[in-house]
């Protein structure tokens, strides 16, 4: 297909926001979709603070970022966000009745030669496909927090992806900055599968009593050069997002991934990470 110009992003949460930005500031016009007026302008706002944080440091413009708030419309309507798009990214949570009600109704309003695609970091790529008219022309577009920062974008191919999509998606990704690459629909593909399995065992190791978080955070910083450390990245992504897709995990893949008791107990106590002031740590 052409070059992608018109972006819709669904949900402008973290990272429905973070990828509005990115395309934007590529010089896409992008159509934020979110259903409440309140989430939309939480979202604008944190495309706004990113952008004055890049300008701080001067890795961007003020005239670049200006031009880049103005090319974002927030909308509440799906149908109005995707009429025109070239790509529909989708950022709903990861609840898979969510997203196959959401890919029906997208294939139902975007032009025909659109692409469609998912920012799931665990569900399957195919299955999600398969609500629509166009499986070859769906796929796996998955981001990282925080998405302006993030270098890699994992673009995973579906079983019936075709190779003119993939192409496509992947010299947008370059266009955007990011290093991307490709992987085959399978649970938890490559980042997600490596990611879980190390912060299961890093929660196993708390609840064992093998270390203190802090300790086995810093092992993996100091030995193995990670940037950030397992229970820490834990508390950044939320744990009860872990939980959920260790959970899914679990059913797909096998023991290995099976939630620690310690997690479900911390989510049950409402201690979620970053988001609700305490995780592993206090914030």
Same mark, same amino acid.
């Given at each position: 297909?052409?070059?992608?110009? @018109?972006? $819709?992003?669904?949900?402008?949460?973290?990272?429905?926001?973070?990828?509005?930005?990115?395309?934007?500031?590529?010089?896409?016009?992008?159509?934020?979709?979110? =259903?409440?007026?309140?989430?939309?302008?939480?979202? /604008?706002?944190?495309?706004?603070?990113?952008?004055?944080?890049?300008?701080?440091?001067?890795?961007?413009? +003020?005239?670049?970022?200006?031009? $880049?708030?103005?090319?974002?419309?927030?909308?509440?309507?799906?149908?109005?966000?995707?009429?025109?798009?070239?790509? =529909?990214?989708?950022?709903?949570?990861? +609840?898979?009745? /969510?997203?196959?009600?959401?890919?029906?109704?997208?294939?139902?309003?975007?032009?025909?030669?659109?692409?469609?695609?998912?920012?799931?970091?665990?569900?399957?790529?195919?299955?999600?496909?398969?609500?629509?008219?166009?499986?070859?022309?769906?796929?796996?577009?998955?981001?990282?927090?925080?998405?302006?920062?993030?270098?890699?974008?994992?673009?995973?191919?579906?079983?019936?992806?075709?190779?003119?999509?993939?192409? @496509?998606?992947?010299?947008?990704?370059?266009?955007?900055?990011?290093? *991307?690459?490709?992987?085959?629909?399978?649970?938890?593909?490559?980042?997600?599968?490596?990611?879980?399995?190390?912060?299961?065992?890093?929660?196993?190791?708390?609840?064992?009593? =093998? $270390?203190?978080?802090?300790?086995?955070?810093?092992?993996?910083?100091?030995?193995?050069?990670?940037?950030?450390?397992?229970?820490?990245?834990?508390?950044? =992504?939320?744990?009860?997002?872990?939980?959920?897709?260790?959970?899914?995990?679990?059913?797909?893949?096998?023991?290995? !991934?099976?939630? *620690?008791?310690?997690?479900?107990?911390?989510?049950?106590?409402? +201690?979620?990470?970053?988001?609700?002031?305490?995780? !592993?740590?206090?914030?």
């Amino acid at each position: 297909m052409s070059e992608i110009r @018109t972006v $819709a992003v669904i949900g402008a949460g973290t990272m429905g926001h973070g990828i509005a930005q990115v395309c934007a500031v590529a010089g896409c016009d992008v159509l934020l979709q979110d =259903v409440s007026e309140e989430a939309l302008e939480r979202g /604008l706002a944190g495309v706004r603070a990113s952008l004055e944080r890049l300008v701080a440091k001067e890795r961007l413009s +003020k005239e670049d970022a200006d031009a $880049a708030v103005g090319r974002i419309e927030a909308v509440t309507s799906v149908a109005e966000a995707a009429q025109d798009a070239d790509l =529909v990214v989708e950022a709903v949570p990861e +609840k898979i009745a /969510l997203k196959l009600e959401l890919f029906a109704e997208l294939a139902e309003r975007t032009p025909e030669g659109a692409i469609l695609a998912t920012n799931t970091s665990s569900l399957s790529v195919t299955e999600i496909a398969a609500a629509t008219d166009r499986p070859e022309r769906c796929v796996g577009l998955h981001f990282f927090n925080p998405v302006p920062i993030m270098p890699l974008l994992e673009i995973i191919r579906g079983l019936r992806t075709d190779e003119a999509t993939v192409e @496509t998606v992947l010299a947008f990704g370059r266009r955007l900055g990011k290093e *991307p690459i490709v992987v085959n629909d399978w649970p938890g593909f490559a980042t997600s599968r490596l990611g879980i399995i190390l912060g299961c065992e890093a929660i196993r190791m708390v609840e064992q009593g =093998v $270390a203190s978080p802090e300790a086995i955070d810093k092992a993996m910083e100091l030995g193995y050069r990670h940037p950030m450390g397992p229970l820490r990245l834990t508390d950044l =992504v939320g744990l009860d997002v872990r939980l959920h897709i260790m959970e899914h995990l679990h059913r797909e893949l096998g023991e290995q !991934f099976r939630p *620690p008791a310690l997690l479900r107990q911390m989510v049950r106590a409402g +201690k979620l990470g970053r988001k609700s002031g305490e995780g !592993f740590y206090r914030y």
